[in-house]
Structures are given as structure tokens and as C-alpha cells.
């Protein structure tokens, strides 16, 4: 297999059998990106499904897929042209997704592995790792080039890059130290701090090194760097033992010998010792673990875990790695998200790199702050003293200890444990803290890490049965579940019930262990589906548990009755929001007089802080978001406050006000924005329409509300959900006696089954709305069930009687000056008239049409000018056609579905009459293919020209390229099929 060679630090290059593969050859940005992706990750094999998320996370699963298999074989492409052929073994497929082959090399994988093979020789032969790294060019920079720089794995791939040549060059430190070579270990930890100014430990060290080197200039430049570092990016002052060793160094007027400290994560090392003048020391340069002075077992009081620890892999590691740059870890996360067992395993972890021990200071069961201290005191072994106060003692003990501290469960003293790990580690310079907590204790020095629910598929589609162990929330319930009935194990048969039973309690370890629990009594199926009633449900804890942890309820208790009144208030309305919401949509809902309109981005950021609500980016706008249960507690307690019907009522109004807004402005240029708007809060239109579904009086309210979503719902391709909507809604008992009511949800009715191609049950709806609004004596309500009418008409068998519907629709629409749907009536009429051959008269009306659309920047001008271009080809004109469709290619929007087919087939008439048969193939396929799968309809006229276009492209083409032609069409997405279709057909692909 020929050598793939993928560069990453520095310049973006791949070599295929030692040849660089040129710039001009990528054809796009994401054939890059993917090979980036996977370099990015060089040990793990990635599915579809974590590619489709990472690289497409914007769009559907049935967009993102053809987008993927597309970028795959363009990829391939592009490395077969360098490697004989042989594409499939330098992309090779899994089974379920793709990776590196086999002996790829990449700079990323190549640098962890030499951290890996450097600390191996340390502990062996040092003189060799030191060898090793003389030989070793480490990066200039540790930056990595990516397309996507901001995307999550982007900014994984960098941090590591960046945690292992500092663990590189703090090796290559240690290493010169132990030779004696102190000068060159001074200017390898001088660099360092130029990538890490605010690492203490390693300025102490270095300040000590300087000074046995009579380099007095130096050291005091050292310290004064690490002072402002502190200050301008931690806000902080140096720590006492920096201070001190700063002191002295003024001081000083001989050399002082080195003494030792940690270079590198995970060593045992002791305290700077006092640096006096004239002092000897003889500490010894590292001490690292496994050395002769290392305590053979270090101390500590961590239970043992009565169950196996499952996944959490990443998490782990990334925890780790924050020590030693942090010396405080806040792991923050919801009740029952897993931060005491995460905190467990990683402690359990650093017991052979802590000298004097990992301790566990349990604080779920203390209620009194004043305590903290001296529960600490009584876990460490301190014995109390009649003069000093358990605050004294531990300050003395830390200062020459290097432990793990964790402190578990903090929320309740958040106040109390913040005032003492300030304390400590300002006392302690190798104390170590890891804190779990539902917020932050924000004190300086602190990081945060939110443990993340465990992962679930993402998608809808079923990962293999034999991959399903990879997620690991799939992982923890079957595993729990097998401890619970023997034998149990997935299936093809149950694996779907697995999935939806993990993706539906989010993740959350405690809730995924309690429903495992339930194998015995429940089937699968009963499980899930009895799994909207949570609370009652997963109630099989352990008995000797805390309370908190043996029922899902009793977690969630926990957090809402730590909660001052203004907080409870807020999280039980946040919940009728479905999906997430911004905080201007929070506080049209929120705001009353027991939570008034300026407090509520107060309280808000207080939950996000408790980590009871998440704040992502989506969209270039901060929204946020709760966990499904914490969502459905926050639901039962606003059921219980009685507050429900004014809140969901309120939430209705904020989704009909959105949706108007956009409405409004929906012809325009700004249509595509607004669209994208109601796209992210489309959860929440649903969970409005839901409402009116239930409500006394609500049917009015809800097709009222799907009126204003209707174009929204053709436009982005939720026609068959809009048409589901609306059923239910005219089903209702209310509806027929209200007739203004019946005629819209009638005429709603009609277009979307005009939209979704089922002509007949479009002209059934359409009749009946218009007899109810001509009783009414309504033109407007009219005049849409004629256009729908002569839509059904055109597109269906009676093309015949489609005009004068439509000439009568326009009429109306005319009467009552109704601009934009003048426009689409006089657009309608002359794709009608262009049916029935009479070209002269549709050229008319389409030419009025484009004069309007232009007047106003009407989003559908495109489709006008393509309409015209159509015609200048049954004219013979295709210089105009050409320029036509040219014109109209800086206005496509390739997300505006249902127009993207119909532009894509006139684009296909375009290249026939120029004689381009393959591209008007490939074009033909890629409208079917969208029609497809988006349930997209086609009239009976469109079905007629385009299958005599495809019997004369295939005369043409041959049943080889037609095919290659036809399957090239159909693997194309809409942004794919919209670049290829305004490309310049010269150019190639």
C-alpha cells in the first residue's frame, strides 16, 4: 500500500508515496477537511455518524449523509491520482464509518507517541531519553492548521498538541537537570514559560536554577514575567513560596544549589526548600515515581467502587491533564451527571504521583459551614489542639505536603469550601485540590471542567450492534443491566430500545443506572415507553445509597431545594421552552411580578452557574438549553404552582410573535435569517402548536399559528410535518363550528398538500375553504383557495382549468392589493400558460412577475428569471437563456428546497438545449434526489418534459454515462447540487 504521510503543525500537506499532493488539486475546502479531521484523531476510527456531526452538524442526517459520500469519494479521488488507483485502501471504510489505513503516519500522532517513548527511556535509561530529545526538532509553534479552527475537535487536536510538547520540553528539562547541565535546563524552562507564563512550579524552579548559576539578572527577570502573567491573565498574586523564593534572591549575595521541584505531571516531587544564603542543599534534581525516596504506598482514604467504572475515557484524560497547570479543578455538572465517580477514578488514578496522598473530604452530609474546616482537619488525621484552629492546623500541614484533596459535593458550602481551598493552596505549594460542585467556587487559580453527559448515538440512524458499546452511556446500561439479569446482553432486536432509552434520559449516568436496574421486572419496550413518567419510575436505587443517589427524583430534589425562591421560580417557566431558548425569549416568557424583567439575566446566569441550565453558541447568538429531566422536573413543578396555563400561554404569544416577525419580512432579502431563526426555535414552535392542540380554545390559536409557518414549512422542508400539524388541528371538535377558523385551517390544508405534491386532497381542501369564504364574503381567504385550486389544476390532470383559477386568484388578489402574492399568482399563471404551450402569454406574466419581484428584491426572483430563461430555450434563444440563469445564480438558496428541485430541472433544460447531456442528467437526478427526500412531489407537466429530456440525454449518452451521469446527480446535496449546477461546465467538477 503505498505511504500516506499527512502534515498538520506549521503548513497543511499530504505525501502519497513521498509526493506532495499540490493545493490546486483539493477541489474544496472539505475533502481537506475530512482527511484533517482524521488526522486530527490518528488512533480512533471514526463512524459516519461522528463525522456527519462533526463536519455537518448543521444539517439534517439525510443532507448530511450524501454530503459525506460525496466528500469521501472526492477524497479518494484525490488520493488515487497519486497512489495507482488505489483509493479505497488509503480511505478504507469499517463498516461503519472510515479512518487513517493502516501505518499512516501524522506529525500530530507522531508527537504523542514520542512523549510516550521519551518517558518510557526516563525511567529506564535517562541518558537515552535525553539522547532522544537532542535529536528531536520540536515544534516552533504548537499550533495546528485546520479549516475549521473553532470546531470542538479542532480545539481537542491543539490542546493536545499543545500538552505534549510541553510535556516534551519539560521532559527534555528534567533530563538536562538530572545530566548536570544546568545552564541548558535553564533556557528549556525558559521557553516553557514563554508558552506558559503562569505556571508557578516550573518559574520557582528555574528562579532556583538561575541563581545556583549566578545569573541574579535573570532570575529576577523570570519572576517579574511570572508576576504580570499572574496578574493580567489570572487576576491573582504569586503565591507565597514564589514570593519567598523572590525575597531571597534580593537577598542573596552567594550562589544557592538547586534544589528540586516538579517538572512534569504526575511526579512526586518535594517543596523549594528555603534558599538562605550560604545554604546547602542536597536534594535530589527529580524525584519521580518509583525513585528509592518515594513513600511505597501512598495514603489515602478512597473507597473502593462496588461497581466497574464504565468509559469516560476522554473525560479522564482531560481531567488529568489539567494538573499540574491547575491546582484547583471544579468538575461541575447536574445532580446525577457522574461528577463524584469521575472525581473518584481520576484521585484513584494520582495515587502513585502524590506523595503523601489522595483524600476524600465527603461533605454531602454536613450541613453547618463552620464545619468545613474541621471535617477536612479530622479526614487528613489532624488531632485537635487547644490553641490552634482546625483552619491553623491544615495551613501548616499543606505546607510541606504534596497531596490530592478532593472535595466532593460543594454546592451546599460553596462559600465555606471557597474561603478554604483559597487558604490551602495559597499556603500549600504542591496541594493539589479537585472539587465536584453544581457551581463554580470562583475563587482565583480555579478552572472548571463541566462533565458531559455520557455519550449517545446522535443520530437517528442505529449505529451496528457490534459498535454500540462504543458510546458510553450504551456501555453503562449494559453493563448494569447484565449485573441485573443474567445474560442480557444487545440484539439486534433491542439495541433500538437501548438507544432510545439513553438518548431519552440524556445521558445521565444515574438515570441510564436506575433504568438499567428495572431488566428484571420491565421489558425494554415498557421501560421506554413508560419513560415520560421518569420520576415515578426510577425509583430502584441502592439501599445503602444517600438519598440523592437512589432515586432519580431524590437527585434533582437536591438541586431545587438548594435554590433561593427567585431561582425555582425561573427554572420551573424556563421549561415550557422546548429545545433552548435566548434570553430575550426568557424574559418575554419568564418575566411577572414575582420574577421581574430585569432580574431575570441575573437569575438566569445563576442556574447556568449551578449547572442547571446549559449556554451554548448557536447561530452567532447565546442560547441555552436544559437536560430533558431537568426540563420535565422544572414542568411537574410548574404543573404543581399552578402556573402552567399563564406560562404556556405566554410562550405561545413570544412563537406567533417570532413567526410574524418573520413573516413579515419573508419575501425579502432578509428571508433566509429570519428563516434560520424559526429553524432554531422550531422545538419550540412545536411545543406551542402541542399546547393549542390541548387546550381549551386552542384551535384558533394553533392554525392561526401554523398560517404564519406555512411558507416556513415549504421552504426548509417540514412540509409533511406542516400537513400532520394541520390535520390534528382541523380535527379538533371546535373547528367546523367557527367558520373563519375552518376556512383557514381548509386553505393551510391545501397549500401544504399543494407543496407536497397530493393534488387531489390539495383541490378537496381548497373547494371546501373556498365555499366557507365566499359565505364570509372574504377576497383574501378567496383568492388563496383559487391559486391553490388552479395549482392542483396545473400540476395535477385538468391542466385545462387551471387558468381561469388562476386569472380569477389574481383578480382578487389585485382587488385587496396584495403585493407578494400578486407576484406568486402572475408567476403560477404563466408556468400554466407554459404548459398549455402558449409561450407568448406566459412570457407576459412572468416578465410583470420579474418587474414586481425586482421593485421589491422579492426572494423568489431567482425562480422568475430561470422561468424566462426556460422559454428563451423553447424560443431557440439560448445566448438569453444562458444569461438568464446566469443572472439568477448569485440569488440561490440552496436550503430553499422545493425551489432548488424546480431551478435545478430548468437548469437541466438550460444544458440540453446546449447540448451538455450529462450535466442535465446529473442535474435531473439531483432534483429527483431532493424531491425524494423531501418528500417533494412533482406536477404531471414537470413529469412529462423531464422524461423526454432524460430518453434524449440517453440517446445521446449511452446507458454507461448516462447511469455514471444519473448516480452522480443522486449522491449530491443541496449545496452540492447548487455549486455544480452555476459552475462553469468548462471547468469540470
Known amino acids: 500500500m503505498p505511504d500516506l504521510r499527512i502534515h498538520l503543525f506549521g503548513q497543511f500537506q499530504v505525501l502519497v508515496a513521498g509526493q506532495p499532493v499540490p493545493n490546486n488539486e483539493w477541489r474544496g475546502q472539505m475533502p481537506r477537511t475530512l482527511l484533517q479531521y482524521l488526522a486530527a484523531r490518528p488512533d480512533a476510527q471514526s463512524t459516519s455518524e461522528e463525522l456527519m456531526d462533526a463536519l455537518w452538524s448543521h444539517l439534517p442526517a439525510e443532507r448530511a449523509r450524501p454530503n459525506l459520500q460525496e466528500t469521501v469519494r472526492r477524497l479518494r479521488a484525490i488520493l488515487a491520482a497519486h497512489a495507482g488507483g488505489v483509493a479505497t485502501t488509503l480511505l478504507p471504510y469499517t463498516g461503519t464509518g472510515y479512518r487513517l489505513p493502516d501505518g499512516a503516519w501524522t506529525d500530530l500522532g507522531a508527537l504523542h507517541q514520542q512523549v510516550r517513548e521519551v518517558r518510557r527511556l526516563q525511567a529506564q535509561d535517562p541518558e537515552a531519553a535525553l539522547a532522544r530529545l537532542e535529536q528531536t526538532e520540536l515544534p516552533a509553534s504548537d499550533a495546528v492548521l485546520i479549516e475549521q479552527p473553532y470546531a470542538d475537535w479542532a480545539i481537542a487536536a491543539r490542546e493536545r498538541a499543545h500538552q505534549d510538547t510541553m510535556a516534551l520540553r519539560l521532559l527534555h528539562g528534567d533530563l538536562l537537570l538530572r545530566a548536570g547541565r544546568a545552564r541548558a535546563a535553564l533556557d528549556c524552562l525558559r521557553t516553557v514559560l514563554e508558552m506558559e507564563p503562569v505556571r508557578e512550579s516550573t518559574a520557582q524552579l528555574a528562579i532556583q536554577i538561575a541563581v545556583d548559576l549566578g545569573d541574579r539578572v535573570a532570575a529576577l527577570d523570570i519572576f517579574d514575567r511570572c508576576r504580570r502573567a499572574l496578574a493580567e491573565d489570572l487576576g491573582v498574586d504569586p503565591m507565597p513560596e514564589t514570593l519567598a523564593v523572590y525575597t531571597r534572591v534580593l537577598q542573596a549575595d552567594t550562589g544557592v544549589n538547586t534544589a528540586a521541584a516538579a517538572l512534569l505531571p504526575g511526579e512526586s516531587h518535594t517543596a523549594p526548600a528555603a534558599l538562605l544564603p550560604g545554604e546547602s542543599h542536597t536534594a535530589p534534581a527529580t524525584l519521580l515515581p518509583g525513585d528509592s525516596h518515594t513513600a511505597a504506598q501512598p495514603a489515602t482514604n478512597l473507597p473502593a467502587q462496588p461497581t466497574r467504572f464504565i468509559g469516560r475515557q476522554a473525560e479522564m484524560a482531560a481531567v488529568s491533564a489539567r494538573f499540574p497547570g491547575t491546582r484547583l479543578l471544579t468538575l461541575t455538572g447536574a445532580g446525577g451527571s457522574g461528577k463524584t465517580r469521575l472525581a473518584l477514578q481520576v484521585a484513584a488514578d494520582m495515587l502513585p504521583v502524590r506523595a503523601n496522598g489522595v483524600w476524600l473530604v465527603e461533605l454531602a452530609a454536613l450541613t453547618d459551614p463552620l464545619l468545613v474546616p474541621a471535617v477536612v482537619a479530622a479526614t487528613l488525621g489532624l488531632h485537635e489542639h487547644p490553641r490552634r484552629t482546625p483552619l491553623e492546623l491544615l495551613v501548616e500541614h499543606v505546607k510541606s505536603t504534596q497531596m490530592l484533596l478532593v472535595l466532593d459535593n460543594c454546592e451546599h458550602l460553596v462559600d465555606a469550601c471557597a474561603a478554604l481551598a483559597d487558604t490551602l493552596l495559597r499556603s500549600g505549594a ?65 439495541a433500538p430500545a437501548i438507544v432510545r432509552i439513553c438518548r431519552t434520559l440524556d445521558g445521565m449516568p444515574l438515570a441510564i443506572e436506575l433504568a438499567a436496574a428495572l431488566v428484571r421486572l420491565l421489558s425494554l419496550d415498557e421501560i421506554d415507553d413508560r419513560l415520560h413518567e421518569r420520576f415515578r419510575l426510577l425509583t430502584a436505587g441502592s439501599r445503602t445509597a444517600p438519598p440523592r443517589q437512589k432515586t432519580l427524583r431524590g437527585a434533582v430534589d437536591w438541586s431545587h431545594e438548594l435554590l433561593p425562591e427567585p431561582e425555582r421560580v425561573l427554572w420551573r417557566k424556563l421549561s415550557v421552552f422546548a429545545g433552548g431558548f435566548t434570553l430575550a425569549a426568557a424574559e418575554a416568557v419568564c418575566a411577572q411580578a414575582d420574577l421581574p424583567p430585569d432580574e431575570v439575566l441575573a437569575v438566569l446566569h445563576r442556574l447556568v452557574d449551578k449547572s442547571l441550565v446549559i449556554a451554548d453558541e448557536q447561530g452567532g447568538e447565546r442560547r441555552f438549553r436544559m437536560l ?34 418573520v413573516a413579515a419580512e419573508q419575501w425579502g432579502p432578509k428571508w433566509a435569517a429570519g428563516y434560520d431563526r424559526l429553524e432554531r426555535e422550531h422545538d419550540n414552535q412545536r411545543a406551542a402548536l402541542e399546547w393549542c392542540r390541548g387546550s381549551t380554545g386552542g384551535a384558533a390559536k394553533g392554525i392561526r399559528l401554523a398560517w404564519t409557518l406555512v411558507h416556513f414549512w415549504d421552504t426548509w422542508g417540514h412540509v409533511q410535518e406542516g400537513r400532520q400539524r394541520a390535520a390534528e388541528l382541523l380535527a379538533l371538535p371546535e373547528v367546523p363550528p367557527d367558520p373563519p377558523v375552518h376556512a383557514l385551517g381548509l386553505t393551510l390544508s391545501g397549500y401544504l398538500a399543494i407543496c407536497h405534491g397530493d393534488y387531489g386532497s390539495a383541490a378537496r381542501s381548497a373547494e371546501a375553504g373556498l365555499a366557507i369564504w365566499r359565505g364570509l364574503g372574504d377576497k383574501l381567504g378567496q383568492a388563496h383557495c383559487l391559486l391553490v385550486l388552479g395549482m392542483a389544476a396545473h400540476h395535477g390532470d385538468t391542466l385545462e382549468g387551471a387558468v381561469p383559477l388562476m386569472e380569477e386568484s389574481l383578480t382578487l388578489f389585485r382587488a385587496v392589493d396584495y403585493r407578494p402574492f400578486v407576484r406568486l399568482a402572475l408567476f403560477h399563471l404563466g408556468d400554466a400558460l407554459t404548459s398549455q404551450g402558449d409561450y407568448r402569454r406566459a412570457r407576459a ?17 431567482p425562480f422568475s428569471l430561470l422561468r424566462l430563461a426556460y422559454l428563451a430555450t423553447m424560443d431557440g ?27 435545478l430541472e430548468v437548469m437541466a433544460a438550460v444544458a440540453s438545449a446546449a447540448g451538455q447531456a450529462d450535466r442535465a442528467v446529473c442535474m435531473v437526478g439531483a432534483a429527483d434526489s431532493i424531491r425524494r427526500f423531501s418528500g417533494l412531489g412533482a406536477g404531471t407537466d414537470v413529469v412529462a418534459w423531464r422524461e423526454l429530456l432524460l430518453a434524449q440525454a440517453a440517446s445521446r449518452l449511452g446507458p454507461e454515462a448516462f447511469a455514471a451521469a444519473w448516480s452522480h446527480g443522486q449522491s449530491l446535496s443541496p449545496e452540492q447540487a447548487t455549486a455544480y449546477a452555476l459552475s462553469d461546465p468548462s471547468a469540470g467538477e
Not at 406574466?845 to 426572483?861: N, Q, V
Open 628 to 661: 430533558e429531566t431537568i426540563r420535565e422536573y422544572g414542568l411537574e413543578k410548574l404543573r404543581a404552582a399552578g402556573e402552567e396555563p399563564g406560562v404556556r400561554a405566554r410562550h405561545y404569544d413570544w412563537c406567533l410573535a417570532l413567526a410574524q416577525a
Open 845 to 861: 406574466h412572468h416578465e410583470e412577475s420579474l418587474a414586481l419581484k425586482r421593485a421589491t428584491d422579492d426572494r423568489t426572483l
Open 877 to 903: 434563444d439560448l445566448p438569453r437563456a444562458v444569461a438568464l440563469a446566469r443572472e439568477s445564480s448569485p440569488l440561490w438558496e440552496p436550503r430553499f428546497i422545493r425551489g432548488l428541485a424546480g431551478s
Open 430 to 494: 504542591d496541594l493539589w485540590i479537585l472539587a465536584t460542585s453544581r457551581e463554580a467556587l470562583r475563587i482565583p487559580g480555579e478552572s472548571l471542567y463541566p462533565v458531559p453527559p455520557l455519550r449517545v448515538p446522535v443520530r437517528t440512524q442505529l449505529p451496528a450492534v457490534d459498535r454500540l458499546r462504543e458510546f458510553d452511556a450504551i456501555a453503562l446500561f449494559l453493563d448494569r443491566a447484565a449485573a441485573m439479569a443474567q445474560g442480557f446482553t444487545v440484539t439486534a432486536e433491542n
